[in-house]
């Protein structure tokens, strides 16, 4: 069958749908990718480890073109797979930019090669169209013998395809300026460069949560649906500045109900409030219904490859005023029992940009970065809006970058 993405189904809930698979159960998954983001890697997460856990082998030929792959999804990779190689070649005329995907057993083969990379786009989101074919058809196995010898020549290709062995490799590749972290990548984009709109908006899709934690809660203000699952709209990153943070322990970042613009324009966004001088507050962007003042919700923050759970967002107490009604407590730990607010050390969160791209309704990843005048610039110039929490300039801004 030829798969036309996002019209007939994704490619990415295939995947998932054979790593889980119990009939044929496969023990083979190799992933061929010319670029791979968190989007994608994230999403595929937890049934790769199931996978994993099961007796299940992952293999991974990633490329690094174009800045097309970046740092976290090689350190994300790296975690998930038996084997991870990178492939690349120097000269200028030349991209890796094959994208296939194979599972096998003992008894069943399949295979999918079109044009879906290892991205959210790719596998959910972006138009896409993929061959795919299983051991069950007539003719299969003359294609499955064609594409292992595409696994027998990446073998051969030993100044092109590096085996990743530790995560200093990673390290290599990104001071030899070859991948740039995520944040990097969305800071070189420019809002201001604005081209004629000629095309209508996208077509509906879906995309698929990352597993939702175990943790009793109470009066919880959900998002979209009940089911967690991830909004069809792509929100764009939100990004806050911290300042000194709020708090005794200086673990709360504040959020607002209601935002005033410095620059640019929220319509078309989830912020937009039609008939208003007036935009919805970046509690929006978590799921918080702007007009609403109480109740609670608890997420969890991916930063550098560690999930940091029980994040809580919490109405502000009323002597606050009633634009600054909610706020994040950042104090959610990782694995090893270390707080957010200490992953680099005491107070490094203090006067930096932090930025949530939303994987699912309550898991959400995030980069946070020093807050300098250049630094300040690039956001700025990145976003399609900023502005500032309830009515006074005085009060901390955010933004949106699409």
Not at 11 to 38: C, E, M, R, V, W
Not at 89 to 102: A, E, F, R, V, W
Not at 227 to 241: Q, R
Not at 266 to 286: D, H, M, P, Q, V
Request: charged share 15%; proline share 3%.
């Amino acid at each position: 069958m030829i798969l036309n993405q996002p019209y007939n189904g994704s490619l990415g809930d295939k995947i998932i749908d054979n790593l889980n698979s119990l009939n044929p159960k496969y023990d083979n998954f190799t992933i061929i990718s010319a670029f791979a983001k968190t989007s994608g890697v994230y999403r595929l997460k937890k049934h790769i480890d199931s996978f994993r856990k099961s007796g299940g082998t992952v293999t991974a030929y990633v490329g690094i073109d174009a800045l097309g792959t970046s740092y976290e999804a090689l350190v994300s990779l790296f975690n998930l797979c038996n084997s991870l190689y990178v492939c690349h070649s120097n000269g200028l005329s030349q991209t890796y930019h094959p994208k296939i995907y194979s599972f096998s057993c003992s008894t069943h083969r399949w295979l999918a090669i079109g044009s879906n990379n290892l991205t959210g786009g790719g596998l959910w989101s972006n138009f896409e169209s993929s061959y795919i074919g299983d051991s069950s058809q007539k003719g299969f196995n003359a294609s499955w013998r064609d594409y292992q010898n595409i696994l027998f020549c990446y073998s051969k290709l030993t100044q092109n395809v590096i085996k990743i062995s530790s995560l200093t490799d990673i390290d290599k590749l990104e001071k030899a300026g070859l991948i740039k972290h995520e944040y990097a990548l969305i800071l070189s984009r420019n809002s201001k460069t604005k081209t004629q709109n000629l095309f209508g908006n996208s077509l509906p899709f879906n995309l698929p949560p990352l597993p939702k934690k175990n943790t009793p809660n109470t009066n919880t203000t959900t998002s979209t649906s009940s089911k967690n699952i991830a909004s069809t709209t792509n929100k764009g990153i939100l990004w806050c500045k911290t300042g000194p943070l709020t708090g005794g322990s200086r673990n709360q970042l504040d959020l607002s109900t209601l935002g005033t613009v410095i620059f640019g324009n929220a319509f078309g966004t989830i912020f937009y409030l039609s008939g208003s001088t007036k935009i919805k507050g970046n509690c929006e962007f978590f799921g918080i219904n702007y007009k609403k003042a109480s109740g609670n919700k608890i997420i969890t923050l991916c930063f550098n490859n560690e999930d940091y759970s029980d994040i809580r967002i919490v109405p502000r107490p009323k002597s606050h005023g009633k634009h600054h009604t909610w706020q994040i407590r950042l104090a959610g730990k990782n694995s090893a029992n270390t707080p957010f607010t200490r992953a680099q050390g005491a107070n490094w969160l203090s006067n930096k940009f932090i930025f949530f791209k939303e994987i699912s309704t309550d898991y959400y990843e995030v980069w946070v970065v020093d807050e300098t005048p250049q630094t300040t610039k690039k956001v700025h110039n990145a976003s399609i809006f900023y502005a500032y929490n309830g009515n006074s300039p005085k009060n901390r801004e955010f933004g949106l970058i699409m």
